[in-house]
């Protein structure tokens, strides 16, 4: 009793030491008069259980002002300007420590690494992989893969049955990704089922990732804890990357019975896997093994799901505003009609369409995949922003869906989809949206993959409202819509009843 006594003792007198530091730095801070929720100063808890809620994005937009407090040293910013102080091109605010979490302890990924210098050299090893004009020579695999969705939608709309497009959507995103990053697709559009467990084990390393993050000191611990619990499975990322090491020692197996170590095979649409190997052959010391797993693991761990996510969004929004959908069949007819647009929707035709165009900068800016800041630490000497003072070592963020509600630059209609916003002749008002639309992020941290989603969802958004008619299976009620944010804001549900429209082919000759 005596020993356990003092043991409550010594984690009392803790506490109390614990309070009294907060206090102090509460009076002290010059950032006192920010204002927040009353928990929020004094503890991260209270950003931990509104995050555990699944609803960080609705939560941050309704408490905001220019600066709002969310935890004793982290807070949301609101304001346009703050954008390119704090993500801009050579910046020095380097990302927080929740990102720690996003990896294997002591193992490393572009996504997470923290060092702006080494994020920097690695990034311009795997940039040219992920370029635009690279990504083009892709678009066959796209297409097979959107072939086989639109079977699969036709043979549940014979069958009657709800189709669950967020699955569904995912399944596409996921044999797409497979199909560019591996040459081969993962086979979920032909089963419709979750392949070995690579979509819960992916959620659950979403789950895991953000909420640990706002603890990461305790991200070693967990992390071992989890592992150990989850046997050979493996927990989350760790399942992704065996994975991937699975096929890139197939890989290397093929290159070297094909005498190709060293060497590109030639042809555009080498798999990632292909070229990322060649680099490392090369120069094993520049582009390490570790950047080979990265460049994988980063498209089989994010470019599903941030791809699935959006092609839900921007599918919903359209369901739910009849009048827009059918504006963007009108344009899809009238192009098809002049001959600008074949059966295969073709990227460089697509780019030509302001309707679609404009749906898809609304569907990303109404839903952008990630939910939460998009947390940096003020560097050494401190910074201004909103005019007032963040000493260095503030964990600063700017959560895209509180910029893309920003009355003062999309208008007092923010909260509506309305694509007609990019259309306007308003120079000045356009080029304000654009730089306030950051649904792949902004400067040097930019999604690295943002173009593979931007070819998948621009050919295959204007292919299925094309080719099929979609119903809410809950009847009238288009408003039926629930996500849940963890990192990424997912639907959880959005099941609706599909059918054949009649089409007419369009001559490729």
Known sequence: MLALGIFLSGVGALALIYIVQRVIHFILSPLRSVPGPFLARCTDVWYLWQVRKGDWEVRNIELHRPIIRYGPNRYSIADPDALGTIYGHGTRFAKSSWYDVWMTPGGWNLFADRSIQRHASARRQLQSTYSMTSLVSYEPYVDQCADIFSRRLAEMGEEGVAVNMGHWMQCYAFDVIGQITYGERIGFLDHGVDIGGMMRAIESSLAYGTLMGIYARFHRFAFAVMSFLAGKKGAGREFIERLSKSRIAEEQDKRKAAGLEGKQ????????????????????????????????????????????????????????????????????????????????????????????????????????????????????????????????????????????????????DADEFRPERWLTSDGDKLAAMSRQWIPFGMGSRTCIGRHISTLEINKLIPRVVHGFDFEHSSGDSRDKWSTLNCWFVKPQRFEVEVKARKTTAVSQG
């Open 265 to 412: 095979a030639g042809i555009g649409a080498e798999p990632f896997v292909s070229k990322f190997l060649a680099k490392y052959e090369r120069d094993p010391e520049t582009f390490s093994m570790a950047h080979v797993m990265a460049g994988c693991t980063a498209n089989m761990a994010a470019g599903s799901d941030t791809t699935g996510v959006t092609l839900s969004a921007i599918l919903y929004f359209l369901l739910k505003h009849p009048e827009c959908l059918r504006k963007l069949r009108e344009e899809i007819e009238e192009y098809r009609a002049k001959g600008l647009l074949s059966d295969s929707f073709a990227f460089k035709e697509t780019q030509q369409m302001p309707y679609l165009q404009a749906v898809f900068k609304e569907g990303l800016r109404m839903h952008p995949a990630t939910g939460l800041p998009m947390e940096r630490v003020v560097p050494e000497g401190g910074a201004t922003i909103c005019n007032r003072f963040f000493p260095e070592g503030t964990i600063v963020g700017i959560n895209s869906w509180v910029a893309h509600r920003n009355t003062e630059v999309f208008g007092a």
